[in-house]
């Protein structure tokens, strides 16, 4: 390969040598013609890397946001590829470890950092990228409180990458988190920083490792490093999205607050039938009130905030086999604001609950005491199927902002999904909210009500019960307007 050094990569000069490795090295350089430094990365041509590089850099250099350090040019001659990006005066998680003699961030600012490197990189999974390998070394802090991440693609295409793309930037966010925490770093020695205690084959969790580390984080942990100590009931992290907002709810605990503020995203405007007009639609995070077992609630997006109906086909209509009835409770029961089923329901499309004599009705009849369970499973996960459930019958259309739960067990995932019509397929209704890991008593809510005649609370993961396997269910649910 060729070794010699480039004085100038196009009209940019290399002026400082910044570090050298495995055949690539990094320059502080200057961009003459806008009187400005830049980073410059030099590979040689005859690298087998270095197609790759290039084709990365040029794919990345397209993505604009501010959390992102900017790819500039690409500059190619016979001899080298050159990866010409904008210079960030900051330093690396593994100079400020360096500089701070090893001692961690503190939970606070390691929450702060890993929800802004998730929220940039969740942006990034939209396009159908990723950044694919993050280390220490990724990621950098300025003196204005900025984080910025350094690499998207790039360091993958030259360095490589233990997993895919997805899995393996939640895993770098993971492990930026965890060292945060801890100023250890969960796959050995990395830039610096030393490698995370384990305890057989598992990582230790940071509230295992340093002092005053809240059980949230240990599940956020869990969630997403490969590798690390398990936690009952919590699933790993499939959508950085997800990711990003379980860390804003444990940042908005750090910080006193309830919850995170919700970012709005646009979406294309339809039309809607209740209301007879044109509604901008726009998708927000929902908010839990209540906080689950583990500290961590996972929200998500529904389909659209004002509950436009789903069209479907006569096929996917479910057909119940009991007509509505009247129940116990009466109007005059009920706390204000609340809406009284006509009927409840098995909802049980996969056939999962055969045998089942639990009475749904025992969900909504005012009643502490009894109770709607579930059939036992062996997993939590209902031996790997996608999920059962009840649904409440409103008797009619209605908007709904809230439902209120009181469960059985803690540690369930549940859904709360509503629908003008019974579909078969539950991910056709439109999702009102969502906990995992939830604790016995929840309150399930968005900032805009969602409308539907039927409110379907659908679990997809069960607590573990006291006489063994994973049982959940529901001993009291209240609708609300």
């Known amino acids: 390969m060729t070794s010699s050094i480039p004085l100038h990569a196009g009209r940019y000069s290399l002026e400082h040598l910044v570090s050298r490795s495995q055949g690539v090295t990094l320059w ?19 690298d087998p890397r270095a197609e790759a590089v290039a084709d990365a850099a040029r794919d990345a250099a397209s993505l604009e946001a501010r959390a992102l350090v900017r790819i500039l040019d690409v500059v190619t001659t016979p001899e080298h590829v050159m990866i010409v990006c904008e210079w960030v005066p900051g330093r690396t998680l593994a100079d400020t470890y360096e500089n701070r003699d090893g001692e961690p961030l503190g939970a606070a600012v390691a929450v702060r950092m890993a929800v802004r490197v998730a929220s940039a990189l969740a942006d990034v999974h939209a396009t159908g990228r990723t950044h694919g390998r993050l280390r220490p070394s990724s990621v950098l802090m ?14 993958a295409a030259l360095w490589g990458s233990s997993a895919d793309g997805i899995v393996a930037d939640i895993h770098g966010v993971g492990s930026l988190l965890y060292a945060g925490l801890t100023g250890r770093w969960p796959d050995g020695m990395v830039d610096g920083v030393a490698a995370a205690p384990r305890s057989g084959e598992h990582i230790l969790l940071p509230s295992q490792v340093t002092a005053e580390v809240p059980a949230a984080i240990d599940v956020l942990i869990a969630r997403s490093v490969i590798g690390a100590g398990t936690v009952r009931g919590a699933l790993p992290f499939t959508q950085m999205r997800d990711f990003a907002d379980a860390l804003r709810v444990v940042q908005g605990q750090l910080e006193g607050r309830r919850a995170p503020r919700a970012v709005p995203v646009q979406r294309r405007s339809r039309p809607h039938r209740t209301f007879g007009r044109m509604a901008g639609v726009a998708a927000s995070l929902v908010t839990v009130s209540a906080v689950s077992i583990f500290g961590v609630i996972t929200f998500t997006n529904a389909t659209s905030p004002w509950g436009s109906a789903v069209q479907a086909s006569n096929s996917e209509i479910f057909t119940k086999t009991a007509s509505p009835s009247p129940l116990a409770i009466s109007g005059n029961d009920a706390p204000a604001g609340t809406f009284i089923p006509v009927d409840v329901s098995l909802f049980d499309p996969f056939n999962l609950e055969q045998g089942s004599k639990s009475d749904p009705k025992l969900a909504t009849d005012s009643s502490d005491l009894t109770q709607w369970t579930t059939g036992k499973y062996s997993t939590y996960d209902l031996d790997g199927n996608r999920g059962t459930g ?12 809230a439902v209120s739960l009181k469960l059985v067990g803690n540690g369930s995932s549940v859904q709360v999904r509503l629908s003008s019509t019974m579909l078969k397929d539950p991910a056709k209704w439109t999702e009102l909210a969502r906990a995992v890991g939830a604790a016995n008593e929840i309150d399930l809510r968005a900032p805009r009500p969602v409308v539907g005649q039927y409110v379907l609370l659908w679990f997809t993961g069960l607590p573990l019960a006291d006489t063994g396997g994973y049982v959940g269910g529901v001993r009291e649910a209240l609708v609300r307007g």
């Open 28 to 46: 502080r350089g200057e961009d003459p013609a806008l009187s400005r430094p830049v980073a410059i990365t030099v590979i040689a041509a005859d």
């Open 142 to 155: 300025t003196q204005d409180d900025e984080v910025r991440v350094r690499g998207v693609s790039i360091d």
């Open 390 to 401: 009840i649904v409440l019958d409103l008797g009619s259309a209605r908007s709904v902002s």
